[in-house]
């Protein structure tokens, strides 16, 4: 789910020119920034619900997935000698771009956590820009299904444009 969602994130052309990463290693490597590092954190589950309003046709889902991820934001100002106030306008001004896209791409539902301010001891971290951590869990229903071999449970990761998820071939 994550990596799904990072692909299609990082593909949107409002986030071009952006570089983007997955994956916990990239943390500390100081590429130049704008960037992203989407790091996958903690997954939970909770009991199904069924579906309401228009797609209330669905079947009941069996559980739902809640899949965190933590994406630390870089943001430079590009003007010539850019101040504090500048680059954290800067990292500000992707943090919007990053949370229209994610809406935008309608993942179904997700929440945005805190947004948390990355300061650096002795401002080494700070020399590339100003830093902050945008915590998102996404809510993706698990239904099962009968499959040759037996009952198997799956994740339903595909959503559409306008927010709904994707429900087709998935039995009553």
Known sequence: MIADVYAAVSAHTLLSGVGQQLGAEFIDQHAAPPRMVWVPTTDGFRHGKRQTGASSKTPRSTGTRLAGVMVRVWGKAS???PTAVDELRATEELVRK??????ELGFGDYQVGSIDWVNSAGGELLQYGRCADV???FEVPIYKTLAEDGLTTRTIASATHAGDVDFTGVPP
């Open 98 to 103: 990053l949370l229209a896209v994610v809406h």
């Open 79 to 81: 003007v010539g000698s």
């Open 135 to 137: 915590h998102l869990t």
